[in-house]
């Protein structure tokens, strides 16, 4: 089966961003973005989802994060869409819970070709130190547009913050781990039975 790594660069008015990733990788994370609460949360994609995972961001945070946040999803989810491929011989679904504490989440992911989000996150704060808790449904929405998922993003009980949207991020890096895992009793091929996604 062929490497599964991409190169993805995106550039606006807005933002410049590069990604580069590899599914079969072993949970390396970089981030160069201007946003160290994102970049925490990404280094937890990449651990738990042994992903590798390279961001770099030029961004407008001289105004704030909004533009970064949510184009970096869109450009992660394009590299995701590149490096999966036809999706041949995936697993296709993938789910987990994460606990941190007092918080528990849940996240559950199908490759299905179909964008999709659905999000609930009851925070109890609307920042965690600068960083805006409304931006993480940018991130997410405009991953799934362009990977072409369909993702729930359940936050089941938290009283901290910090610790509600760390559960969603290790849910999501260990359900993408799953479901992209290579599935050897369906060899090569499409998870579906109209045989294609």
């Known amino acids: 089966m062929a490497d599964r790594k991409a190169q993805v660069s995106r550039d606006t008015l807005e933002t410049q961003i590069s990604v580069e990733l590899n599914l079969d990788g072993t949970g390396t994370g970089k981030f160069n973005t201007g946003v160290p609460f994102l970049e925490h949360m990404m280094d937890q994609i990449a651990r738990h989802g042994f992903i590798d995972l390279d961001v770099t961001c030029k961004g407008d945070t001289y105004i704030d994060d909004h533009h970064s946040v949510e184009d970096i999803g869109i ?12 999706k041949r011989g995936i697993r296709r679904y993938g789910h987990a819970y994460v606990p941190l504490d007092e918080a528990l989440s849940r996240v559950v992911i199908d490759f299905s070709g179909r964008p999709g ?8 704060q609307k920042r965690i130190g600068k960083f805006d808790t409304e931006l993480f449904w940018e991130f997410f929405q405009g991953f799934v547009n362009h990977a072409g ?8 009980r938290g ?19 799953m479901a992209l895992e290579r599935d050897e009793r369906l060899g090569d091929a499409m998870p579906s039975t109209k045989g294609t996604l």
């Open 149 to 156: 998922v369909t993702l729930h993003v359940d936050c089941l």
């Open 75 to 86: 450009t992660i989810g394009q590299a995701m869409a590149k490096a999966v491929g036809d």
């Open 159 to 177: 009283e901290n913050a910090h610790h509600q949207i760390e559960t969603v991020f290790k849910a999501f890096g260990r359900s993408l781990r």
């Open 117 to 124: 989000l659905i999000m609930n996150i009851p925070f109890t």
